[in-house]
């Protein structure tokens, strides 16, 4: 009977999860279609460029340097750094690159936090729209061009191409770059040929002056701001339109350590909307029957599933070991399904590689150490369900770069 029950609880487990995966497999697919271009427009929209940067002396300048040099009348834009809970000189160093500094008039611990004092402001100003950066982005010249075309197409909510500026410095960088070109190809591309919802993840993103007020201006609550806010746009029925051409080039993190840190904030991030947005995202799909609320919905379950992948393997486990007439796992299954999810997530990392072009000798540990990236996601997801993160802690940024240095990087 404990045989049954095991054999039961694992394979109604692993169907779900095939159902899953089986999903987003299904989906990605379409992000191998040829994209449809965005028609060019005049540059008629006004936008505040908008940089939240704390202790990010060593990266600002050539940032601000970077989105000086838009290929985009320079009166129709104002770029806009707000440092906060700095220690160095940032304030300093983006200032004498050229921009406009914004403090903050009450104490902040995110960079959500930021961005609602921010906006509270731009808001009272004559601006069509606003894009956001990270201090330690390089923003490619056709940037503010592409996220014009996408207003005069109707969007209202933009997500630009993520890519890296140091893919080739550590084995952990390599991977970042891997997961962003992945994210940007199978997921955003891939929502973009269905009509549904591009993601917004962080950086590099444009939203509507008009959709801002309409929301009351930027308010999150949780630990990955981005994600909450495509969740939010979402339930107002507002898609993120995905824009390959507004390029911006961010630091990945060296360090396991660094990324270990930094993914912990994500997954608490996750964690929190799963409680706060699951349950309004799943009846805004029954009830208005909107597929981007499902799919959405579908994002959300990654925690639970992660939870669901280690009961049913710690269930095929104790199979194993009780040595139960009905094996589920043997031995050799084992090992093969092993063998499988390792080759699998490095023939998933070269296969984008090369899908965007992005093969070099050096991105080769990326993709050959992809698999630890992935797998370390499961202790992170079954750490942040019982100690969550609860403060923002910094990743540091040194790769000191400027946009004309970039190809040689």
């Not at 940089?51 to 990266?59: D, G, M, T």
């Not at 996220?147 to 410095?169: F, I, T, V």
């Not at 590689?353 to 991105?363: F, Q, S």
Request: proline letters at 5%.
């Amino acid at each position: 009977m404990l045989s049954t029950v095991y054999t039961t609880l694992v394979w109604t487990i692993s169907f779900l999860f095939t159902c899953y995966a089986g999903y987003y497999f299904a989906v990605a697919l379409f992000g191998l279609r040829k994209e449809d271009p965005i028609p060019e427009a005049a540059p008629t929209r006004r936008f505040a460029v908008v940089v939240a940067a704390r202790n990010e002396e060593a990266v600002i300048g050539h940032l601000v340097e970077s989105l000086l040099a838009q290929d985009y009348p320079r009166e129709l834009f104002d770029v806009i750094v707000a440092p906060n809970n700095c220690t160095d000189h940032t304030a300093q160093a983006a200032a004498q690159a050229g921009a406009t500094l914004f403090h903050c008039t009450a104490p902040v611990r995110s960079k959500g936090e930021v961005l609602t004092q921010v906006f509270d402001h731009l808001l009272t100003q004559p601006y069509d729209g606003f894009c956001v950066f990270d201090a330690d982005n390089l923003v490619d010249p056709g940037f503010l061009r592409a996220m014009n075309n996408a207003l005069a197409k109707g969007a209202r909510l933009a997500q630009g191409y993520r890519d890296s500026k140091n893919p080739h410095d550590t084995p952990i960088s390599g991977c970042y770059s891997i997961y962003y070109w992945m994210i940007n190809r199978f997921y955003s591309r891939a929502r973009g040929k269905l009509g549904l919802s591009a993601i917004v993840n962080g950086s590099g993103f444009m939203v509507s002056a008009s959709l801002l007020r309409e929301m009351g201006g930027w308010h999150t609550y949780t630990m990955t701001e981005d994600i909450e806010f495509t969740t939010q746009c979402i339930l107002r029925g507002e898609r993120a339109m995905w824009v390959p051409q507004a390029v911006t080039y961010d630091e990945q993190p060296l360090t396991f350590a660094q990324s270990w840190k930094q993914r912990k904030r994500w997954s608490t991030g996750m964690i929190q909307g799963t409680a706060l947005y699951l349950g309004p995202l799943v009846r805004r799909a029954l009830t208005r029957k909107d597929p981007a609320a499902a799919d959405h919905a579908v994002f959300f379950l990654m925690p639970v599933m992660t939870v669901l992948l280690v009961i049913s393997a710690l269930a095929g486990g104790i199979h194993w070991l009780a040595a139960s007439p009905a094996l589920l796992f043997p031995r050799t299954q084992v090992f093969f399904q092993l063998f499988f999810s390792l080759s699998t997530a490095i023939l998933s990392a070269f296969a984008v590689v090369v899908l965007e072009k992005k093969l070099h000798p050096a991105i080769w540990k990326g993709i050959f150490f992809y698999w630890v990236y992935i797998l370390s996601w499961i202790p992170i997801n079954l750490l942040c369900l019982v100690k969550r993160t609860t403060t923002w802690e910094v990743i540091p940024h040194t790769r000191s770069l400027s946009f004309s240095r970039l190809d040689g990087r």
